[in-house]
């Protein structure tokens, strides 16, 4: 099946995901914050969608509330047809920080833990399915090391392999790379990519940055600043998709004019089209 599309073959089959005229709101001490407001959008199977925003325009809101942790003011998230009740082991989440392991397991005791709470699995299958990710995360000589002696991007590997290895409904990620020097954030993005390719994984991928949202989505849905509501969609196919290339960065750009208007952007290729500022 081509990237991003979902499968004609199954038309009767529900998308993995889908949010339909979503709002979501905190009640605060000062009153009631709207944080996004008639969000709309479905992830085929397969699919990865980088949903793009400026900080504080409600991304994080919108995974809680797909991964089970907000409930809507309004609208409806369904998970394969049926409605989000509550946490599950269908959704998976990579967050940015790097405390999302458990500090007292080691690196395979945390992969195992989540294969035998969310799967079931037993002893034996955990540990040798929680091998196997931990080595195609590249962290083999890790395996039984704790957190606490691992880098940051090294946490996040071994979070990324917890996820694919339950081998969930959609997987949920959360600026998993915002925290990490760009070089490292530049690895760990193809090393991901790779995976969601070898594997066909579904993908909700929040991020501030417009060049990781080309360079990893299927199709980019851009939110407006705060409250956030669906300002546009693309999809990236082809050359797009290929991070170097001249149609990469005139889908950049147009993001990026999009976004900030007239505002020329950076010569400097390498730039992280940060939002903070739209
Ligand atoms: P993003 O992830 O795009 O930066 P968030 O989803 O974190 O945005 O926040 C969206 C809006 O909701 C912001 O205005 C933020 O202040 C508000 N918000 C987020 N979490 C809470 C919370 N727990 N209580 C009150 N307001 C919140
Ligand atoms: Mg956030």
């Known amino acids: 099946m081509p990237q991003g599309q979902q499968d004609a073959r199954a038309p009767e089959v529900p998308a993995p995901l889908s949010v339909s005229r979503v709002t979501l709101r905190y009640q605060t001490e000062k009153g009631l914050v709207t944080a996004v407001e008639d969000v709309s959008f479905t992830i085929g199977r397969g699919e990865r969608l980088a949903l793009l925003g400026p900080s504080g325009c409600g991304k994080s809101s919108l995974l809680r509330a797909v991964g089970g942790f907000l409930k809507p003011a309004s609208g409806a998230i369904l998970l394969n047809g049926a409605p989000v009740k509550g946490p599950g082991p269908d959704r998976m989440v990579v967050f940015q920080e790097f405390d999302q392991l458990l500090p007292w397991r080691t690196v395979s005791g945390n992969v195992e833990f989540a ?8 002893a034996a299958a955990a540990r040798s399915v929680a091998r196997d990710w931990i080595g195609r995360v590249g962290l083999a000589r890790f395996a039984d090391a704790f957190p606490h002696t691992l880098s ?7 979070a990324i392999a917890r996820a694919f290895a339950v081998q969930p409904a959609i997987l949920l990620m959360d600026e ?11 690895r760990m993005q193809d090393e ?20 990781e949202a080309v360079h ?63």
């Open 115 to 122: 294969l035998r709470r969310a799967r079931g699995l037993s």
């Open 152 to 158: 940051g991007g090294m946490k996040q590997r071994v």
């Open 216 to 278: 990893v989505g299927t199709r980019v849905l851009v939110l407006s600043a705060h409250p956030g509501r669906v300002a546009a969609e693309y999809p990236v196919s082809g050359e797009a998709a290929r991070r170097g290339t001249a149609a990469f960065a005139a889908l950049e750009a147009e993001i990026q004019s999009r976004i900030f208007g007239s505002e020329p952007l950076s010569s400097d290729a390498e730039a992280d089209h940060v939002l903070e500022h739209a």
């Open 192 to 211: 991901l990519l790779a995976l969601c390719e070898e594997t066909g994984a579904t993908t909700l991928f929040v991020t501030h940055a417009i060049d």
């Open 176 to 186: 998993p790379f915002a925290a990490l020097d760009a070089l490292s954030r530049r």
